[in-house]
Nanobody, 123 residues
Framework: QGQLVESGGGLVQAGGSLRLSCAAS????????MGWFRQAPGKEREFVAT????????VYADSVKGRFTVARDNAKNTVYLQMSSLKPEDTAVYYC????????????????WGQGTQVTVSS
C-alpha cells in the first residue's frame, strides 16, 4: 500500500516563496501521474498542478500558472511544488496525490492522497 507525505508548508508573507515536497513510500510511483491540490477553508478542493511520470507533461491551474512549478525526482520517489509570488488567496491545505492513469487524470482518478500541509500567506 502506497503512502504520500507532504512537507514544507508554513507561514509566508505575500510575494514570498515556499517549496512543498511529497515523499512517496510503500510502492514505486515512478509510473504515476503526481498531482497537487489545495483546499481553502469553506471551499471545495481544487486542482493546482500535475506532472506525468516522465516529467515531460505538466498542467497547471490558471490561478497558479507562471508562479508555481511542479517537478519530480523518481530516484527519490519525491514530487515538489515550487511556489513563488505567493498571494493571500493561495492560503490552503495542499495535498499531493498519485494517479495510475495513462492520460492526464481528473481529480476523481487519483488513487492515493497525502494528509496535506498547511500554507498560509499573510498580506
Amino acid at each position: 500500500q502506497g503512502q504520500l507525505v507532504e512537507s514544507g508548508g508554513g507561514l509566508v508573507q505575500a510575494g514570498g516563496s515556499l517549496r512543498l515536497s511529497c515523499a512517496a513510500s510503500g510502492r514505486t510511483f515512478s509510473t504515476y501521474y503526481m498531482g497537487w491540490f489545495r483546499q481553502a477553508p469553506g471551499k471545495e478542493r481544487e486542482f493546482v498542478a500535475t506532472i506525468s511520470w516522465s516529467g515531460g507533461r505538466t498542467v497547471y491551474a490558471d490561478s497558479v500558472k507562471g508562479r508555481f512549478t511542479v517537478a519530480r525526482d523518481n530516484a527519490k520517489n519525491t514530487v515538489y511544488l515550487q511556489m513563488s509570488s505567493l498571494k493571500p488567496e493561495d492560503t490552503a491545505v495542499y495535498y499531493c496525490a498519485a494517479s495510475g492513469r495513462f492520460e492526464t487524470p481528473t481529480m476523481d482518478e487519483y488513487d492515493y492522497w497525502g494528509q496535506g500541509t498547511q500554507v498560509t500567506v499573510s498580506s
